[in-house]
């Protein structure tokens, strides 16, 4: 199935894409429901469907993690911030994740505004895996029954925001929370067998700047699986029904690695106008075209106090 999310007299509505025909669930039944193969669904009369939008995020967001798991846009990346690109152990021990913010979700066809206080704007090329069903600390062997399907993620950063941040040791956070794309469609996991190698999808994926292509990957290149990334996410604690989980960014999938290996800010960050589109092998194309965003608020700066170190005992 490939489940989707449009307006449909004015209203958003939940469904599938048969061809050029977008079947909307029936009214009062729950969109989740739609990961659940054994659940009997009812449907409204079809209506057409346009790929290119505007469409919504596929399902209800609940919550979004996005890993890092291509260690050629790690050691790009790196190398644009510190000036080598040398991959730290730790990042080989585990995979790595934050959390991102699931009230800026935005479907392709939809404008991104510029974050405010920005002018080093950047997209993340990736493809994300939803929750089919609820599971807790699952081996990865387990985690493979949790998965409900695949879609594409676009990580939009402000890299200037995330990098003044992330010294304090926390983070990333506004640069990352303005929005993140999730489309076209979600493609449920058996529309996707043939493409299974091993334990991972062997996907082309590419981006685009009006038009014209920057870069990509295929998605085999994960340094770990869905499964395993699931089975992590889920230690100790619950993974949900409609929890994403982006896989990272692709090598050649976003402009930081490029001026890390350049170490000129080639190409440009992106600017209002720009429209950037991503297209991954089996599941669609998402575009999303850049505008000027809200004014800035300033808040000020901390308010200093004295403090001294606590007695030890």
Same mark, same amino acid.
Request: aromatic content about 8%; glycine content about 12%.
């Given at each position: 199935?490939?489940?989707?999310?449009?307006?449909?007299?004015?209203?958003?509505?939940? %469904?599938?894409? *048969?061809?050029?025909?977008? #079947?909307?669930?029936? #009214?009062?039944?729950?969109?989740?429901?739609?990961?659940?193969?054994?659940?009997? /669904?009812?449907?409204?009369?079809?209506?057409?469907?346009?790929?290119?939008?505007?469409?919504?995020?596929?399902?209800?967001?609940?919550?979004?993690?996005?890993?890092?798991?291509?260690?050629?846009?790690?050691?790009?990346?790196?190398?644009?911030?510190?000036?080598?690109?040398? #991959?730290?152990?730790?990042?080989? &021990?585990?995979?790595?994740?934050?959390?991102?913010?699931?009230?800026?979700?935005?479907?392709?066809?939809?404008?991104?505004?510029?974050?405010? %206080?920005? &002018?080093?704007? *950047?997209?993340?090329?990736?493809?994300?895996?939803?929750?089919?069903?609820?599971?807790?600390?699952?081996?990865?062997?387990?985690?493979?029954?949790?998965?409900?399907?695949?879609?594409?993620?676009?990580?939009?950063?402000?890299?200037?925001?995330?990098?003044?941040?992330?010294?304090?040791?926390?983070?990333?956070?506004? %640069?990352?929370?303005?929005?993140?794309?999730?489309?076209?469609?979600?493609?449920?996991? *058996?529309?996707?067998?043939?493409?299974?190698?091993?334990?991972?999808?062997?996907?082309?994926?590419?981006?685009?700047?009006?038009?014209?292509?920057?870069?990509?990957?295929?998605?085999?290149?994960?340094?770990?699986?869905?499964?395993?990334?699931?089975?992590?996410?889920?230690?100790?604690?619950?993974?949900?029904?409609?929890?994403?989980?982006?896989? %990272?960014?692709?090598?050649?999938?976003?402009?930081?690695?490029?001026?890390?290996?350049?170490?000129?800010?080639?190409?440009?960050?992106?600017?209002?106008? *720009?429209?950037?589109?991503?297209?991954? &092998?089996?599941?669609?194309?998402?575009?999303?075209?850049? #505008?000027?965003?809200?004014?800035?608020?300033?808040?000020?700066?901390?308010?200093?106090?004295?403090?001294?170190?606590?007695? /030890?005992?």
């Amino acid at each position: 199935m490939r489940i989707a999310s449009m307006d449909v007299a004015g209203v958003r509505r939940f %469904g599938r894409v *048969d061809g050029e025909s977008f #079947v909307p669930l029936a #009214v009062g039944q729950d969109p989740l429901s739609l990961l659940d193969a054994t659940v009997a /669904l009812q449907w409204d009369a079809p209506v057409p469907f346009s790929a290119t939008g505007p469409l919504h995020p596929p399902l209800p967001v609940t919550s979004l993690r996005d890993f890092i798991t291509f260690e050629q846009h790690t050691a790009g990346s790196l190398r644009a911030v510190t000036g080598k690109d040398e #991959v730290p152990e730790a990042w080989f &021990e585990a995979p790595a994740f934050y959390f991102t913010n699931p009230h800026a979700a935005i479907g392709s066809g939809q404008d991104v505004p510029m974050p405010p %206080g920005s &002018e080093v704007f *950047d997209f993340e090329l990736e493809v994300a895996v939803v929750i089919g069903r609820d599971g807790y600390n699952l081996s990865v062997e387990e985690a493979w029954e949790h998965i409900g399907g695949y879609t594409i993620f676009n990580d939009w950063s402000a890299r200037d925001l995330q990098q003044r941040e992330m010294r304090v040791g926390l983070g990333p956070a506004k %640069g990352k929370d303005t929005a993140t794309t999730i489309g076209p469609v979600i493609v449920t996991p *058996d529309e996707l067998a043939a493409s299974r190698d091993g334990d991972r999808l062997s996907l082309d994926m590419e981006v685009s700047i009006n038009g014209h292509r920057i870069g990509g990957d295929s998605l085999a290149n994960m340094a770990w699986s869905f499964a395993e990334l699931i089975s992590y996410a889920s230690r100790g604690t619950w993974v949900c029904r409609g929890d994403i989980l982006g896989s %990272g960014t692709s090598g050649g999938g976003c402009l930081a690695e490029f001026w890390g290996w350049s170490g000129a800010q080639v190409p440009t960050p992106l600017t209002v106008g *720009d429209e950037v589109s991503m297209t991954v &092998e089996g599941i669609g194309t998402v575009s999303n075209r850049i #505008v000027a965003g809200p004014s800035m608020h300033e808040v000020p700066a901390a308010r200093r106090v004295k403090w001294s170190q606590p007695p /030890l005992s």
